[in-house]
């Protein structure tokens, strides 16, 4: 039997819980519920759900094909070098978004160092278009999946890689058929936290992808431009993106998290 | 003493890793198993993890069954992958995403040997389970199994019953030595439990901070210990004084006589509680070695009784629970405590520190 906590204690996790779950149910009291169906129906919410649902999810993909390599890669380093490659990856997580998407322009732009010759030879333009979307979305999202990842292979006794190879197991098969699977809750959370970033994704699309209806704007811009000019859509899109951020959260919740 | 054909592991050792600097020869036949015991510290497990080629050697060389591992100016050392030693860990260290069966298979070539090994660790029970359900003692029976279905030329077991219960250890224990005789590998296991090594090694290497002060079969060790931590092990006596020829004379004053001579300098004396008589009254004649002690315990296990005393000379002496009666040893009696010359063991000090 574990005793109570103290008063004190309990009284700043109601604050906590208050705090952060006032706006929201504030939120559902301005709902234009009667109206809800037809302002979600709108052209301008139906592109920009597309958009956000499509770049996300491909943004949550790469990030994690790129993060788990430079995870497990990471999680053997030590020293200077693992030191600062690894302030360099949680960069992205720090910075103000619209800084990263200022340098995803000098990065990527049509004048950018590698933007300008990805043009040049296949013709491809990041910027205001859907690619450039997933691009900034897949740079915020990416740090997220690296930490959760590196922290929970760095969490494995060293000993499971030498009972591995005393049983034969090459470099190839210790990492698929032990460590991955090891880390499993960690790649899971790891991939769903970078979708949820980059679904909320805001700065860094607005200032590398502009914010163009039905090719660039996704459901947080559609918020942001609907707020200046009708206020009803924008809780109703507000509404859209809690519904599916809580959908996921509890259909995710045993696997994202134990529960007893 | 054997021919080098019957030699499976020709191995020295050398290397220093924290404040430990470990020095260490040792050579297993083929089919044998030698038990590593010493105190905490003393290099074991970094001995088995030299071998396994995941820590380096500064010098010294490994060579299984004729293949080199590592030696003086070879400049390719053979990665573990490729060395042919399994590995069972205290905890087990069962992979624990994967079922027992999947566990048993990660390494195995032959699904025929995974079937003999499931049979002869009787763990048939329990493949389809993860290693969260299983206990301890079947945890170690799946390790063992996981390792011997590589078919390892040589199984390295480091503690592998120090976490099972006394019941689990004993069972464990048994299904081990089959495991092992079946194998026809060699092993090395490190252990503990002086049980554990004189009822599964044939020869027993005791390690102490780094160096090897025994390397000898179990008998031999427990007849003739060499260093304060055997003797102890043992539950031998042992007196520290200084040596004048064939006599020790301790701090206070008693003096312990030998059978042998020229001894001088520091000296450890160690005598077995067997080797230790009692009698109710002084022996005839002037023979050495003998003191008039007061009982200061008697505990009764098993038939045989050990009776500690307290005199000129703290001493534990084994006696049959029936001789004990008979001379009526209860605390506070007074009586005669003789040891023989040949039965002194000594040790220069220099060795123990």
Redesign the interface.
Known sequence: MIGRLPIGVRLLALVAFGFVSAPLISLLFRVPWTRLVTLLTRDTVTDALLISLTSSLVAAVLALALGIPLALHLSRMSGVASSITRAVIVLPMILPPVVGGAALLFAFGRNGLVGSVVFDVTGLLFPYSISGVVLANTFVALPFVVITVEGALRAI?P??G?????????PSRLTF??LL??V?PALMAGGFIAWARALGEFGATITFAGNIQGRTQTLPLAVFVALETDREAALAISVLLISISLIVLVSLRDRWWPVR | MNSSSDLLLDARVVLQRGDLKLDVEVLVQKGETVAVMGPNGAGKTTLLYALLGWLPLQSGWILLDDETFEAPGQDQVTPTRERNLGMVFQDGLLFPHLTALENIKFGADSQAYVDDVVETLNVKALLDMYPSELSAGQTQRVALARSLAAQPKMVLLDEPLALLDIRARVDARNLIRTALQESLAGALIVTHDPADAFALAQRVLVLEDGQVTHFDTPDQIRSQPKSRWVADLMGWNVFYGVAHSSSILLANGTEIATAESGLAGDTMVMISPSAVSLFLEAPGGSPRNSWQCRVQGVQNIDGLARVSLDGPLSIYADITSNAADELGLTIGRECWVTVKATEVRTQPRSTDP
């Open positions: 006794d000993r499971y030498l009972a591995a190879t005393t049983l034969g197991a090459k058929r032990v699977p090891m499993r």
